[in-house]
């Protein structure tokens, strides 16, 4: 099967190929995602879209942030075009209600979602997470994001992913 978008060797199913998906991510795929398989050592959006012939717009990037107020911290994943980045002390910050906030660390992201850093997904986040998403996300035909490991991507329509739980659909999200 080919790929919507990019240059890649081949394309399958996610659902096919839950064997190369962290436990998290393959319980939660659907028919509607693709799995690619790529070089991790290129997992990076800059080498990762020249490699790949994808473009930036048809790239999206998830962050884990943490909103603080007091000592109550809320972890989020929000998910922007990669020709973009993350408001996270305007929008997200105003969002989560929190009076700080800021990226999450690394061994904070992938100790919470059971993914590895460079490849962390709105696909399989834990239940009670706000995934918050841009709205020009929500408009793409198809996008390429992480797999949850650095080796693969999945591609998936922008409609798909508005529709994952805990899904909050915000204009201006990202800048």
Excluded at 52 to 78: F, I, M, P
Excluded at 154 to 173: S, T
Aim: charged content about 20%; glycine content about 10%; hydrophobic content about 50%.
């Amino acid at each position: 099967m080919r790929a919507p978008i990019g240059n890649f060797d081949e394309a399958h199913p996610a659902t096919d190929r839950l064997d190369l998906l962290p436990a998290p991510v393959a319980a939660a795929v659907t028919a509607e995602m693709l799995y690619v398989d790529t070089d991790p050592e290129k997992a990076d959006t800059a080498v990762f879209v020249e490699t790949y012939g994808v473009d930036l717009d048809a790239s999206a990037n998830c962050v884990v942030v943490a909103g603080k107020r007091g000592q109550d911290v809320t972890l989020a994943a929000c998910l922007v075009l990669s020709t973009t980045r993350v408001d996270v002390n305007g929008v997200v910050r105003r969002h989560l209600g929190a009076r700080k906030a800021s990226f999450a660390a690394m061994d904070a992201a992938t100790g919470a979602t059971g993914m590895e850093y460079g490849g962390i997904t709105p696909v399989g986040l834990p239940a009670d997470w706000p995934l918050l998403i841009d709205a020009a996300v929500v408009e793409a035909p198809h996008l390429v994001i992480g797999s949850g490991a650095r080796r693969g991507k999945l591609i998936v329509p922008g409609k798909v992913l508005a529709a994952l739980p805990g899904a909050v659909v915000l204009e201006g999200l990202g800048i």
